[in-house]
């Protein structure tokens, strides 16, 4: 883990998308979910099965193992929240796995981290619902659906 691995979502970003059921990564304050689990009280949200609207910000140096979670959670919807990296290897599969995601317009400054925040962010939504709710939250934005994929390796195309 790294010292940015811990930063915390502002209230002003989940708060605008309604009720949230789990914070499958909570830190031991963070009250984002119904049920928040936390890695310092032993639960495991790599482990634990995910249920109801989920929101997930994961440890960015662990990102790899979060988004396979996420991919087989998305059944009961949730958003995933990454650094906006449109060229990384886990983003294109990510997109085409995503029912659509969406471009923060602005910078989040994350609790804890420094006050200017060079990175921007996006919203994976997995499930008809979060689509809507990003729709409706007011947060600055765009909506992209990612009509076709091809691998880098030109294995997979979609
Ligand atoms: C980037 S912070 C986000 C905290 C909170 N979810 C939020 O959005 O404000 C990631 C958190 O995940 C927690 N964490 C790391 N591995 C975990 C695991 N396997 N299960 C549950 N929580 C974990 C860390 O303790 C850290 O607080």
């Keep these: 883990m790294r010292d940015n691995d811990n930063l915390e979502t502002p209230e002003w970003v989940w708060r605008a998308l309604g009720p949230i059921q789990l914070d499958p990564?909570?830190?031991l304050n963070t009250r984002i979910g119904k049920v928040n689990w936390c890695i310092d009280r032993g639960e495991d949200g790599l482990k634990k099965p995910w249920r109801g609207m989920w929101f997930c910000n994961p440890p960015f140096s662990q990102k790899e193992k979060w988004i396979e979670k996420a991919i087989s959670s998305c059944g009961v919807g949730g958003i995933l929240l990454l650094p906006e990296r449109g060229s990384a290897p886990w983003f294109g599969p990510l997109a085409e796995k995503s029912n659509a995601y969406w471009v923060m317009g602005k910078r989040i400054n994350f609790v804890g981290g420094?006050?200017?925040?060079?990175?921007g962010t996006v919203l994976f939504l997995f499930g008809g619902e979060c689509v809507t709710r990003v729709g409706n939250s007011g947060l600055p934005g765009h909506l992209c659906l990612c009509l076709s994929y091809r691998s880098r390796d030109n294995s997979e195309v979609k």
């Design 25 to 27: 990564c909570a830190g």
């Design 114 to 119: 420094p006050s200017s925040n060079n990175v």
